[in-house]
C-alpha cells in the first residue's frame, strides 16, 4: 500500500515538473515589445489616431506569422482602431469586423469573437441601427458570462448602458453602467473605469441630474488633464458643457464648446460640426436667433443624413430657430426631419421635443386642431418616459434600502463568524497531529522528488544519447535526418530558403591505414569541431557517415551557403593538423544544393551528394553546388 502510494506522489510530482519545463518552453517564445503594445490597447487607448496606427504597424511587423495567439490580439486592436469620420468608413469597419468573425465563427462564444462582435456594435451605434445593435450586445453579454470573461462582460454592459442612456431608457442605462463601473474597478482598469464613469455622468445629466453628473466630470477632466490624455479631456469638456448647458450657464456652456470645436476643427470636422449645433442651440436661448441660424447652416454642410443622432438635433435647432424667426412653413420641414431621425434612433427624448415644438408652431399659425394633435403626442411620449423614470427609480430605491438582504448577509456574516471561531477551535485541537502529518507527507516528497530528478536526469541522458554520435558529440545521422526533414517541410509551408552543406574528409581512408584508426578518429573529432564552430546560431552539424558530414543551414539562400562551405574548406585547411600528428595534413569537399522544387529530402541530398562527387572529381578541396 505504501508502495502505491508512493507511486501515486511520485506522478503527481512529475506531473508539476512536466508543467515547469512546459511553462519554461513556452516562455521561450517571449516577445516582450509586441505584449507591451497588446496590453496597451486592452487596458488604455493610443493618443491619437496616428499612434494608433503607428502602434498597429509596430505589432503586426513584430508578430509572427505563426504566432496564433498573439495574431488574434492584433486583430482585436485592428477591429477597434478603424477610422470611423465617414459612412463608408464605418461600413469599411463594420466589414473588417464580419470578415473576422467569419474566420472565427467554428469558435463561438470565444473572447475573440466576443470582442469582435462588440467592435462591430460600436460601429453600427453609429448608423443608427438601435435594435440591431441591442440585440447583438444581449448575446454576446450572456457568451461572455458563460465563458467567464468579466473584461468583456464590463465592455457589453457599457456599450448597452449607453446605447439606452441615448434613448432615454435611464433605468437600464444605470443598471448596466454601474454593473460595469464594478467589474472596471475589480479588475483595477482604470482607464475604462473612468470612461464608464464619464457615460454615468452623462446618463445622470439626461435624467436631469446635472449637477451630479457636473461633479463626476469635474473629476475626470481634472484626472486627464494630469496624465495628459487631450484627446480624453476634450471628450469630458464636451459633457461638461452639456451639464452646464442643462444648469442654464449658458455662457460658460458656450465657451467650453467654443474650445473642444477649436479643438477638433482639423482632427475631426463632424465632432467640430456638432459642437456648432450645441453653441447654436444655446444661443437661441439666449435669443440671438440670427446668430444661431448662420451656425446651423453651416453646420449642415458637414451633417448630414447618415450622421444620425447630430443630425436629428440639427434639425431640431433649425425648426426651433425658424419658429423664433416666424417662418413657420421652413420650421416645420426642419421639424419632419428630425423627427424621421429620432425614430431611426428610438429617441424618445427627442421625439418629446419634437412634438412639444410643432404644437407650439400650430399653436402660432392658429391650426389648433393640429396643434391639440401634436402636444396629444406629446404626453404620450412624455408619460412613457415618467413611467420608464419611475421604473428606474423604484430600482434605485430597492437597491439602497432592500433591509431583507441586508438583514440576510448579516446573517450570513454572524454564521460565518461563527463557523470561523470554530475552525480555530479545531485547529488548535489538531496542531500536533497536522504536524507530524506535515512532516511525513515532507519526506515521503522529498524521497520522491529526489527519484523524479534521477528518473528526469536519466531519461534526458538517454535521449542525448539516442541524438548523439558517440565520437564527434554531434548530431548523429538519425537525429540530422528528422531536423532536415523538419527545416524542409516548414520552408515548403512558408516559402523561405533552405540550404545544406554536404561534406567528407579527402583520403581519410589512407589516414586510418597509414596512421591507424585512433589518429583517424582525432581528424574526425576536429573536423566535428570545427564545423561547428563554423555555422551560426540555428544551424546544425551532424555526422552522418565515417568520414561524411552534413551541415543543415534553414532560411539560408545558396548564396550564403557557398559562403559558409567555403570558410568551411579555408579553416580547414589552415588549420594546425600537425597538433595530432606530425606532418598531417587535411582538408574535405563539400557539395552544396538549395531548396527549390524537390518533393521529399531525400532527392535533395542526392542532388548534394551529385554535387559532392564533382568537388571530388575537380581535384578534391573544393566546394561545388548542383
Known amino acids: 500500500m505504501l508502495i502505491k502510494q508512493c507511486f501515486v506522489t511520485f506522478l503527481i510530482i512529475v506531473s508539476y515538473i512536466s508543467s515547469i519545463f512546459f511553462c519554461i518552453s513556452v516562455n521561450a517564445n517571449e516577445n516582450t515589445r509586441a505584449d507591451a503594445i497588446i ?10 489616431p496616428q499612434q494608433a496606427d503607428s502602434l498597429l504597424q509596430e505589432l503586426k511587423t513584430a508578430i509572427a506569422t505563426d504566432d496564433f495567439l498573439r495574431q488574434k490580439e492584433y486583430i482585436r486592436a485592428k477591429c477597434w482602431n478603424q477610422k470611423a469620420e465617414t459612412n463608408e468608413q464605418i461600413l469599411g469597419a463594420i466589414s473588417y469586423a464580419n470578415k473576422q468573425l467569419d474566420i472565427f465563427s467554428p469558435y463561438i462564444p470565444s473572447k475573440i469573437t466576443i470582442d469582435l462582435t462588440l467592435c462591430k456594435t460600436s460601429y453600427q451605434r453609429l448608423l443608427g441601427q438601435v435594435d440591431t445593435t441591442l440585440q447583438d450586445l444581449t448575446n454576446v453579454i450572456n457568451q461572455a458570462y458563460t465563458i467567464e470573461a468579466p473584461l468583456l462582460i464590463a465592455h457589453g454592459h457599457s456599450q448597452r448602458g449607453t ?11 444605470l443598471e448596466d453602467l454601474l454593473t460595469a463601473q464594478n467589474h472596471y474597478e475589480s479588475l483595477k482598469l482604470t482607464y475604462w473605469a473612468n470612461i464608464n464613469l464619464g457615460e454615468l455622468a452623462t446618463s445622470y445629466r439626461r435624467f436631469g441630474d446635472a449637477k451630479t453628473a457636473l461633479k463626476y466630470q469635474l473629476q475626470l477632466e481634472e484626472i486627464y488633464k494630469t496624465e495628459g490624455k487631450i484627446f480624453e479631456a476634450n471628450d469630458i469638456n464636451i459633457q461638461i458643457a452639456s451639464s452646464l448647458e442643462q444648469l442654464k450657464k449658458l455662457d460658460e456652456a458656450n465657451a467650453r464648446y467654443r474650445v473642444s470645436q477649436q479643438f477638433l476643427v482639423n482632427k475631426q470636422p463632424v465632432i467640430s460640426a456638432d459642437m456648432s449645433i450645441n453653441i447654436a442651440n444655446n444661443l437661441i436661448s439666449l435669443g440671438q436667433y440670427n446668430r444661431a441660424l448662420i451656425l446651423l447652416q453651416q453646420a449642415e454642410n458637414t451633417i448630414t443624413p447618415e450622421f444620425n443622432a447630430p443630425y436629428s438635433f440639427l434639425q431640431l435647432y433649425l425648426a426651433n430657430v425658424q419658429f423664433k424667426l416666424n417662418n413657420y412653413p421652413a420650421s416645420l420641414h426642419a421639424l419632419q426631419n428630425a423627427e424621421e431621425a429620432f425614430i431611426i434612433d428610438k429617441n424618445q427624448r427627442g421625439l418629446s421635443k419634437v412634438h412639444l415644438l410643432r404644437s407650439n408652431i400650430y399653436a402660432a399659425d392658429k391650426s389648433w386642431q393640429d396643434a391639440y394633435l401634436a402636444l396629444r403626442n406629446h404626453l404620450h411620449v412624455h408619460l412613457a418616459q415618467d413611467k420608464s423614470v419611475l421604473t428606474k427609480l423604484n430600482a434605485e430605491l430597492q437597491t439602497r434600502f432592500d433591509t431583507d438582504r441586508i438583514k440576510h448577509e448579516n446573517t450570513l456574516l454572524v ?20 504536524i507530524i502529518i506535515i512532516t511525513l507527507v515532507g519526506i515521503i516528497l522529498i524521497l ?16 542525448k544519447l539516442a541524438f548523439t554520435d558517440e565520437l564527434t558529440k554531434i548530431a548523429n545521422r538519425r537525429e540530422t535526418y528528422f531536423q532536415a526533414e523538419k527545416f524542409l517541410t516548414f520552408s515548403k509551408r512558408n516559402q523561405t530558403p533552405f540550404s ?39 544551424d546544425i552539424v551532424g555526422r552522418v557517415g565515417g568520414e561524411e558530414f552534413i551541415i543543415l543551414l534553414p532560411d539560408t539562400d ?11 574548406l579555408t579553416t580547414i585547411e589552415q588549420y594546425e593538423w600537425s597538433i595530432i600528428s606530425n606532418d598531417l ?22 542532388k548534394a551528394d551529385k554535387a559532392l562527387y564533382e568537388a571530388k572529381a575537380a581535384g578534391r578541396n573544393h566546394v561545388k553546388t548542383c
Open 500 to 538: 545544406l552543406i554536404f561534406f567528407d574528409a579527402d583520403y581519410f581512408k589512407l589516414v586510418n591505414d597509414e596512421l591507424g584508426h585512433y589518429i583517424g578518429d582525432q581528424v574526425l573529432i576536429c573536423l566535428a569541431d570545427i564545423a561547428s564552430n563554423v555555422i551560426r546560431s540555428g
Open 163 to 173: 446605447l439606452h442612456s441615448y434613448q432615454g431608457n435611464y433605468s437600464a442605462s
Open 585 to 606: 595534413t587535411q582538408t574535405v569537399s563539400a557539395g552544396v544544393v538549395s531548396y527549390q522544387e524537390e518533393k521529399n529530402l531525400s532527392e535533395l541530398l542526392l
Open 558 to 568: 545558396i548564396d550564403t551557403a557557398l559562403s559558409i562551405a567555403n570558410r568551411l
Open 39 to 48: 496590453e496597451l490597447f486592452k487596458t488604455n487607448k493610443p493618443a491619437s
Open 415 to 434: 454564521q460565518h463568524a461563527k463557523d470561523k471561531e470554530m475552525q480555530l477551535s479545531m485547529l488548535q485541537r489538531n496542531k500536533t497531529m497536522q
Open 448 to 463: 520522491v522528488s529526489i527519484f523524479a530528478y534521477k528518473q528526469m536526469h536519466h531519461k534526458h541522458q538517454f535521449k
